[in-house]
């Protein structure tokens, strides 16, 4: 389900994937998606988004429940900093 301006770009989508996990999602002017909030089987997770469009920072739990941090450059290099 999403919500679309008036020239028929989304502004806020949301939905499930297959494995049924939810997930909220804003968008720029242009139609890329900006912030993901979201679920996984592990907890809540969230995905920050540049302008263009790319991935370059998710936060979430992981498998034994530790807090995770991961920072990217435009092109997916970077790191995964856990709280261990």
Known sequence: ????????IPIVGLGADDDGNGWLSTFSPSG???VKLGTTADGGAMAIHNKTGEQVIQLAPDEYGNGEVGVFNRKGKGRVY???
């Open 32 to 34: 890329k998606r900006l």
């Open 1 to 8: 389900m999403s919500t679309y301006s008036p020239s028929g």
């Open 82 to 84: 856990d709280s261990q």
